[in-house]
């Protein structure tokens, strides 16, 4: 460390922890950190007067949700030497920049796993039911005059199809098994630890799959996978549940497929140009529409602080990351 | 086994040949037991005449005939059913309660002699002058067979529902009258459960007030009010019977401990058991009733059952309104005295009370448990299964009475 950096922190001093973080987001997110650390905010209003010296030494950097960390952020903190997540997603973080400073990453972990499982089912059940549609039929006091309502499709037994089977996908898996859906899945390889059925490529699995579930890693490989293809391949009968990210879907495909009802129906909670959602979807009732909130619990939030404090822990005392990518 | 013989006995000249009975005709209904003696008669006598044709309506004299070891005295063949057993059924009167199943309609039209109650104006006046034609009621969860419509219908044979639930039917005046009785199990359970579980789903995560909040344009950055986690909720089903079990099995699949409540313990489940609702209520999150509707569990979720669930709890009712008293459920869920309530059935439906129309932590459903195109069609063959097996003196398919 320069020898400013010592006369500005003697050694009862906390530890240095940059935050990094898009304007929405609130530091109140982690009150923690403000007993534990000497938090260093580039948007503290008024401004920080050390902020420009003490930025420099800062050696770990807490990246609040999705705010990008790139070559240039890297290049403004040279002394950071990890960057920690707190989102589900990493899409965001460039990881190559990092990995060639040699600057190590962690992830959220499991903290949300539950929560976003949870809800794509949730999404699913909506959108083959048709709860949500219904819910408004009954409110608006429909139910008296029409009498019946729409009938739904089944959801048990039907097929599923999970584009990544990771942290996410595998919880998927597991509580659709419970409904007796059958189970496949697509991802980067084969995993040899479960029987669910293996596609190399999504299109497939969409031709075998009345449910698909996407819930990978946004990638430059990923990037659209689900494409017109993949659409065609699911049909008329089949629906998309989407809580990865806006990006893994053509959208404007989704949407065209959607309102000529080429494509059964779709749960979505992420959208390519958040907060924007495509004004054709407000109207349809094939669709159910969330506000990116598939890991808003209390739940989550306790869980993704635990991960968070103790990878800053573990960095500080020299101890193997927890959940290092 | 009861049943009538016809012995159609012919000379190899096709003549009707008399079995040994005064009959003219050579054509007699006898019993079964009558018959077979007439059968070794002819036996008897074939071994000097030549063959016999022996066209039979019962299985069993045919079988009697191919066994004997002067078969090849007999040519033999079953007669299918003859066409006046279809026309007969179509001559039947089955009365269809209310609009249920566009399907279903169309093929008790085709094979029955329909009667449309929801069509009349004056019902009273249209069963006593269809009363002698009318054998068969179809129900459902809205209009079953009501002790008045019972009465109503002399000829009264058998009430088939279009639905699990027999609420709507007066039990006791069927096993009375040797009415008989039949519903829709096993075939809607998974539906039922499906929509359970996703009920509870839409509640605790408020998917159906997201979608609201998006469809309204409002979505901005900023907006970061938190819902509640559903995996490892603790899940309280009132009535473990194929509904309340099929919950039980999605439920656990998401982490949640499973107890309930019901009239007896169940033997081979490792789900806790409460013999008392208060105490269920107060032992779990959320709280499922998927018992039958009965004197007994009318109101069975009642003040203070909700007061037990409390502020943080949430209840999700697939049973039947008046399962819950929903005046003092409405009165919680208004004052924030219960956390929220996922409901698909509703004490005067299609009647839902406004004051739940304002609450974001309530999803209301207009009875769509068993709501989708593939049970409602299962249901429907259950229904003429049913029918088709009592008119044709088979046995039923799913029978409670």
């Known amino acids: 460390m320069a020898a400013a950096a010592d006369e500005h922190q003697p050694s009862e001093t906390p530890p240095l922890l940059l935050v990094h973080r898009l304007p929405r987001f609130k530091l109140s997110f982690f009150p923690f950190l403000q007993t534990e650390y000497t938090v260093l905010d580039p948007l503290a209003d008024p401004p920080d007067p050390s902020f420009p010296d003490l930025s420099k030494s800062a050696r770990i950097m807490l990246c609040v949700g999705p705010t990008p960390v790139g070559s240039d952020e890297l290049d403004r903190y040279p002394a950071v030497e990890c960057v920690v997540g707190s989102s589900a997603g990493l899409n965001h973080i460039d990881l190559a920049a990092c990995r060639r400073r040699g600057v190590r990453v962690t992830s959220a972990g499991d903290a949300f796993s539950d929560d976003v499982a949870d809800y794509a089912v949730g999404l699913a059940i909506d959108v083959l039911r048709r709860v949500s549609a219904a819910d408004r039929f009954v409110r608006a006091g429909s139910w008296p005059v029409q009498k019946e309502y729409l009938l739904g499709s089944k959801v048990s037994g039907k097929r599923v199809g999970i584009v990544g089977l990771g942290s996410i996908g595998s919880r998927v898996a597991k509580r659709f098994e419970a409904f007796g859906c059958t189970i496949a899945y697509n991802s980067r390889s084969m995993k040899s630890h479960v029987s669910y059925t293996y596609y190399a490529n999504v299109v497939d699995l969409a031709s075998n799959t009345d449910i698909l579930i996407v819930c990978c890693a946004l990638t430059n490989e990923t990037y659209h996978v689900i494409n017109n293809d993949v659409m065609t391949a699911l049909g008329k009968t089949g629906i998309i549940v989407n809580v990865g990210r806006g990006a893994l879907i053509d959208e404007k495909e989704l949407v065209e497929f959607l309102v000529r009802g080429e494509l059964g129906g779709a749960g979505l909670d992420v959208f390519e140009h958040e907060p924007h959602v495509p004004k054709e979807l407000l109207t349809l009732d094939s669709v159910v529409l969330s506000p990116h909130k598939a890991v808003f619990t209390p739940e989550s939030f306790a869980a993704l602080e635990k991960v968070v404090l103790g990878n800053i822990q573990a960095f500080f005392s020299n101890e193997p990351l927890l959940t290092e990518i | ?401």
């Not at chain 2, 016999?52 to 004299?61: A, D, G, K």
């Not at chain 2, 579980?197 to 938190?226: P, Q």
């Open chain 2, 1 to 401: 086994m009861v049943g009538v013989a016809k012995l159609v006995v012919m000379d190899p000249k096709g003549r009707l040949v008399s079995g040994g009975s005064s009959a003219k005709t050579g054509i007699m209904q006898k019993s079964i037991k009558e018959s077979t003696k007439m059968l070794a008669t002819l036996v008897r006598r074939a071994k000097s005449q030549p063959p016999i044709t022996l066209t039979c309506n019962l299985l069993h004299i045919s079988q009697l005939i191919s066994t004997h070891p002067l078969h090849h005295n007999f040519s033999t063949t079953t007669r299918a059913p003859p066409p006046s057993a279809a026309a007969k059924m179509e001559a039947v009167g089955v009365l269809m309660m209310c609009p249920m199943n566009n399907y279903l309609e169309q093929e008790l039209d085709k094979r029955f002699k329909l009667f449309r109650y929801w069509t009349q104006p004056k019902q009273r006046e249209f069963l006593a002058q269809h009363a002698e034609a009318i054998r068969a009621v179809v129900g459902n969860a809205t209009a079953g067979a009501s002790a008045e419509v019972i009465d109503a219908l002399p000829k009264l044979e058998i009430v088939s529902s279009f639905s699990v639930g027999l609420d709507k039917i007066d039990l006791i005046k069927c096993k009375e009258k040797g009415i008989r009785v039949t519903n829709t199990p096993d075939v809607l359970t998974e539906d039922v459960a499906d929509l359970a579980i996703g009920l509870m789903l839409a509640v605790l995560r408020r998917i159906c007030e997201c979608d609201k909040y998006v469809r309204s344009g409002a979505w901005k950055f900023g907006d970061f009010k938190l819902t509640t986690k559903f995996s490892g909720k603790r899940v309280g089903i009132i009535g473990l019977g194929r509904i309340g079990l099929a919950i039980a099995k999605r439920a656990e699949a998401f982490d949640c401990p499973i107890s309930y409540y019901s009239r007896s313990e169940k033997p081979n489940t490792n789900y806790k058991y409460y013999g008392n609702l208060i105490e269920l209520a107060s032992n779990c999150d959320i709280l499922v009733v998927a018992c039958a509707l009965t004197p007994e569990t009318t109101h069975i979720v009642n003040r203070e059952v909700i007061d037990a669930l409390g502020p943080k709890g949430v209840l999700i009712n697939i049973g039947r309104g008046p399962h819950v008293d929903e005046p003092e459920l409405v009165s919680a869920l208004v004052e924030g005295r219960l956390g929220g309530a996922g409901l698909d059935v509703f004490e005067k439906e299609p009647e839902v009370p406004e004051q739940l129309f304002g609450l974001d932590n309530v999803v209301l459903l207009p009875h769509v448990g068993s709501g989708t195109i593939e049970t409602r069609k299962a249901m429907a063959d259950l229904v003429l299964g049913n029918l088709e097996a009592h008119f044709a003196n088979k046995p039923l398919l799913t029978p409670v009475v």
